[in-house]
């Protein structure tokens, strides 16, 4: 099951450290995205970006921050001064030209 | 700001029973909007676009910009279709193809 990938599927952290999320495409996809999955809530963009080296926010950045090095990786990181980090980060991918996202599976942090 | 809301959050029927699921936006410019479905254990996945007029897995949703609703319907429910459901909007058109979601609804449908 390859397409997108995300690791660990579980993070624990304590309160004050950074943590990084990992998320990998072989899709060759030009876009990708972080979304934060809280219950009731729905799915909230973190972060998006396009292309290699470029990346805007989304309309919860505070707190994190990407990279985009290369085309098929776009990890995040969560750093100490979200306020409320514990939740389900789900990362995606779409093709230029597309409409269509595709979703990895997701990996659950926990910071206490 | 674009907006959607999804006003159940649990949705139970019976096998065979039609079953709608509401789905709300507003949004200044044209939408584009779009079900996504996440099965248990499974992946996020798109489900059906407005632009498309698609019928998937007996799934049915108009956009009625009137009432400025893209409600998702299906005539006779199917036990497979238990699931969480989000509904979503996009900006941006396809160069950006930023996501707005709903709260999302958990169907449930009972043998």
């Known amino acids: 099951d390859g397409g997108i990938t995300q690791s660990p599927k579980y993070l624990f952290r304590k309160e004050g450290q950074n943590v990084t999320l990992s998320c990998e495409q072989n899709l060759n996809h030009d876009a990708m995205y972080w979304y934060r999955q809280d219950p009731g809530q729905g799915l909230r963009l973190i972060y998006y970006?396009?292309?290699?080296?470029?990346?805007q926010k989304g309309d919860i950045a505070e707190g994190y921050s990407v990279s985009r090095e290369k085309k098929e990786s776009f990890p995040l990181t969560v750093t100490s001064a979200q306020k409320n980090p514990t939740a389900f980060y789900l990362c995606a991918s779409k093709e230029a030209g597309t409409y269509e996202q595709y979703f990895g599976p997701g990996t659950r942090l926990t910071v206490t | 700001a674009q907006r959607v809301t999804q006003p159940e959050k649990l949705l139970s029927v019976f096998k065979g029973a039609p079953v709608e699921l509401k789905c709300n936006y507003s949004y200044s410019g044209s939408p584009e909007l779009f079900w996504y479905v996440q099965y248990s254990r499974q992946r996020l996945q798109l489900l059906l676009r407005h632009i498309s007029r698609e019928s998937i897995k007996g799934f049915t949703a108009d956009l009625n910009k009137g009432e400025t609703s893209f409600h998702l319907k299906k005539p006779f429910a199917q036990e497979e279709d238990s699931a969480m459901y989000y509904c979503?909007?996009?900006?941006?058109?396809?160069?950006?193809?930023?996501?707005?979601f709903g709260q999302g609804t958990i169907l449930t449908v009972h043998p």
């Open positions: 979503a909007l996009s900006s941006g058109g396809t160069s950006y193809g930023k996501l707005t």
């Open positions: 970006s396009q292309i290699v080296n470029d990346f």
